[in-house]
């Protein structure tokens, strides 16, 4: 497939756009990023045969559309345009695609009781139409200033679905939730959350806490790619649009199902963190040094930035201000490190002594236990260590590391313990 393709969008840096249309098929792909007084000498200049769209202009751009698909007309939102054999433009929305693939994906049937959708934005409607298509029993739309809004929510706890269409907690916004008081859906079965950045919401971990089935957006964002790229072949081929609903029927461009998973785990492994636990002076620091040089990652220590941030030595913050103090700064030290993603990040050994700072760490990483054998710890220079001693400090800790980390990998010398990082998560 030939032509000149890409995303239409006023805020593109963190797109992973260009990623997935390269993993998709062999065509130029690039990001069209348009503040909105640029829009319509960039659709009338006519410098592309398709174009996704994505905030704030997939409802702007339908009025510029020839013609548009049902899902299109039913949502009142375009997010794959193509230019037709006339020069005229063909507005879909494969996101409808995208959010029904999803609830395939885990397996939810909203047709057997009461789905709460947050937000009531394009994205919303494209998820309403989904769900009545599916046959929802019952649908709540919660919004701001609506009769259902987020002061009155809790009537509605006896919703088994749950569902955030807003941005309330994307990226740099991490750690807030859209819902306070989650704990009143005891019926809920389900969460969906939109937003793919951070990976794992506030929202979504408050489900997680309570064994609840929940998943990002970043399934939908795939699959509505791969969608469009079956629509940018079939276009290119002069097959578009075939029927109505122009997505029925890809022959030759239809791309399967499992390269949107394949897509997905790419994605996921590409950006995770990778964060490092365990006893002072476990190693965590240079083996997660060793770990970015090896793997071209950049590294951060919450220590190091605590000593920037605080402008003096963790020693002397410690005599001078106090552990508490200390115990803020590092509170602080990964909220700032840990909503960014493709890191390695190294904590200090009292990460866990705060219950709050686990669910900061998972927002977008893998813990992973650094466990070293008591006898090989140094001491000297270490101040808890050396106030409390390595046994009562192993005691009281290695409990937390051993509950809150994913995968626990043994140390055996910085070298050996990189290479064993790298296989399980770089291969």
């Given at each position: 497939m030939t032509g000149r393709y890409g995303l239409l969008g006023e805020r593109l840096t963190h797109s992973f756009s260009p990623f997935i249309h390269a993993e998709l098929g062999s065509y130029e792909y690039n990001l069209f990023e348009k503040k909105p007084e640029e829009l319509d000498s960039f659709i009338k200049g006519g410098d592309f045969d398709?174009?996704?769209?994505?905030?704030?202009?997939?409802?702007?751009?339908?009025?510029?559309?020839?013609?548009?698909?049902?899902?299109?007309?039913?949502?009142?939102?375009?997010?794959?345009?193509?230019?037709?054999?006339?020069?005229?433009?063909?507005?879909?929305?494969?996101?409808?695609?995208?959010?029904?693939?999803?609830?395939?994906?885990?397996?939810?049937?909203?047709?057997?009781g009461k789905t709460i959708i947050l937000g009531n934005g394009g994205s919303s409607r494209t998820v309403q139409a989904v769900l009545k298509n599916m046959n929802a029993e019952e649908l709540v739309v919660v919004e701001r200033n609506g009769n259902d809004n987020y002061e009155n929510i809790e009537k509605h706890r006896d919703a088994q679905i749950i569902i955030n269409t807003t941005p309330v907690g994307m990226y740099p916004d991490n750690g807030f939730s859209p819902i306070i008081g989650f704990g009143v859906f005891q019926n809920c079965k389900a969460v969906i959350d939109l937003i793919y950045n951070p990976a794992r919401t506030e929202l979504m971990l408050q489900a997680e806490e309570r064994g609840i089935i929940n998943v990002n957006g970043l399934s939908m964002l795939v699959s509505q790619a791969k969608k469009s790229a079956e629509i940018f072949f079939n276009a290119s081929r002069k097959n578009y649009p075939s029927s109505e609903p122009a997505i029925q029927g890809m022959d030759a461009g239809s791309i399967p199902d499992e390269k949107t998973e394949e897509i997905v785990l790419k994605i996921t492994k590409m950006t995770r963190n990778i964060i490092l636990i365990g006893m002072p002076g476990c190693g965590k620091s240079s083996i997660g040094k060793a770990l970015a040089e090896k793997t071209g990652r950049s590294f951060a220590d919450t220590d190091e930035w605590i000593?920037?941030?605080?402008?003096?030595?963790?020693?002397?913050?410690?005599?001078?201000?106090?552990?508490?103090?200390?115990?803020?700064?590092?509170?602080?030290?990964?909220?700032?490190?840990?909503?960014?993603?493709?890191?390695?990040?190294?904590?200090?050994?009292?990460?866990?002594?705060?219950?709050?700072?686990?669910?900061?760490?998972?927002?977008?990483?893998?813990i992973v236990y650094l466990d070293r054998d008591i006898a090989d710890l140094p001491v000297t220079g270490r101040p808890l260590s050396e106030k409390e001693g390595l046994k009562a400090l192993a005691a009281a800790r290695l409990p937390l590391y051993k509950e809150w980390c994913e995968y626990t990998v043994p140390v055996r010398g910085v070298e050996q313990t990189t290479e064993a990082l790298y296989l399980k998560f770089f291969v």
């Open positions: 398709g174009l996704n769209v994505t905030i704030p202009y997939k409802k702007i751009i339908v009025p510029y559309c020839g013609n548009l698909s049902e899902t299109a007309r039913v949502t009142g939102s375009v997010n794959t345009v193509t230019r037709l054999s006339d020069g005229s433009l063909y507005g879909d929305n494969t996101d409808f695609f995208g959010f029904a693939y999803l609830l395939k994906k885990i397996n939810i049937n909203p047709a057997t000593v920037k941030t605080a402008g003096k030595s963790i020693p002397d913050i410690l005599v001078q201000d106090g552990e508490n103090t200390f115990r803020m700064l590092e509170i602080d030290s990964i909220k700032a490190l840990c909503k960014e993603r493709s890191l390695i990040i190294a904590t200090g050994g009292g990460i866990v002594k705060r219950n709050e700072n686990r669910r900061v760490l998972g927002q977008n990483g893998i």
